[in-house]
């Protein structure tokens, strides 16, 4: 097992992890902001989760400074400690990310680490992960092995996911954004709505009140698009899951789905939650309140 140390947020619901969840007690939502998504024709105005203030490498550390924090961690094991970083827009080739003090050209997700690496004053390894939404996800997954296999003592991972209009862009050109509000898992669901946020998760060996037990991954090939219709692939990756964690489907009491928004995702979640033997047990998504960060959730 890996011990879950300290976690922090930044997202449109708040600056801090605590803020977010007082918002969503007092059942605040909705998109905060608009985006102007380039079209042929036009820009096309959509929703948008935005944060409160420049999500900036100063917002970026201040996060980490809350992980960190929470975590307990001294200063000879935060120094030691590896540096994951989940990110899926800095990684393409063309000239536009920016996200205050970061201006990545085509240096990539490589910069970013480093330039995060020399802020938090961490001097372990660090590797990047961009496999599109599910990359922060694997980047805690590959801290978890790299724990369980005894090649690092802790490990700090952070997900960040900003506004780019090129990304926006692809999502409207493949007609899977919202003109409106999301609605994961409803009848009258249109299409996702994009947002922003950053994420820190500190992560070690022994014990703590929060565990992560195992995880896996799976390539669904049946296109770039969307999902297998039959939710298949998705299913396999869950049960690759629990068996990874030596869980049964009975010991779930609460799932935490993806559910974009969009028409044929939606559908192949929930029936791979029933090919998992999952769909009995409680769901819940966040999209409503904080939008699709991508590699800022974590899922």
């Given at each position: ?75 000879v094991a935060w120094r030691a400690a590896a540096l ?85 862009a692809g999502f409207l050109g493949l007609s899977l ?39 896996a991954n799976q390539i669904d090939i049946h296109a ?76």
């Amino acid at each position: 097992m890996t011990a879950i140390l300290g976690i922090a947020a930044n997202c449109a619901r708040g600056a801090t992890l605590a803020a977010a969840v007082a918002a969503l007690g007092r059942g605040e939502g909705g998109a905060t902001g608009r985006l102007a998504v380039p079209a042929v024709g036009g820009a096309v105005s959509c929703p948008f989760y935005r944060c409160a203030s420049p999500l900036d490498l100063d917002a970026v550390a201040a996060v980490i400074d809350g992980a960190r924090a929470e975590s307990g961690l001294g200063t000879v094991a935060w120094r030691a400690a590896a540096l994951l970083v989940g990110c899926s827009s800095l990684v393409l080739p063309w000239d536009g990310p920016r996200v205050g003090e970061l201006q990545l050209p085509r240096e990539g997700l490589s910069a970013l680490a480093a330039q995060i690496k020399r802020r938090a004053g961490i001097g372990g390894i660090d590797l990047s992960v961009g496999t599109a939404c599910t990359s922060s996800a694997h980047a805690l997954l590959l801290a978890h092995r790299l724990i369980a296999a005894g090649r690092i003592s802790h490990a700090l991972v952070v997900g960040m996911e900003q506004q780019y209009a090129f990304t926006a862009a692809g999502f409207l050109g493949l007609s899977l954004l919202s003109a409106g509000e999301v609605r994961p898992f409803d009848a009258q669901r249109d299409g996702m709505v994009l947002g922003e946020g950053v994420a820190a998760v500190v992560l070690g060996r022994g014990h703590a009140a929060l565990q992560l037990l195992g995880g896996a991954n799976q390539i669904d090939i049946h296109a770039i698009t969307g999902p297998e219709p039959s939710g298949a692939p998705l299913a396999a990756a869950m049960q690759a899951a629990l068996a990874d964690a030596r869980l049964a489907p009975d010991k779930i009491t609460l799932v935490k789905a993806q559910a974009a928004g969009s028409p044929q995702g939606d559908a192949a979640e929930a029936l791979a939650l029933r090919r998992a033997r999952s769909a009995h047990r409680a769901a819940s998504s966040l999209r409503c309140w904080r939008g699709r960060c991508a590699p800022a959730s974590c899922r």
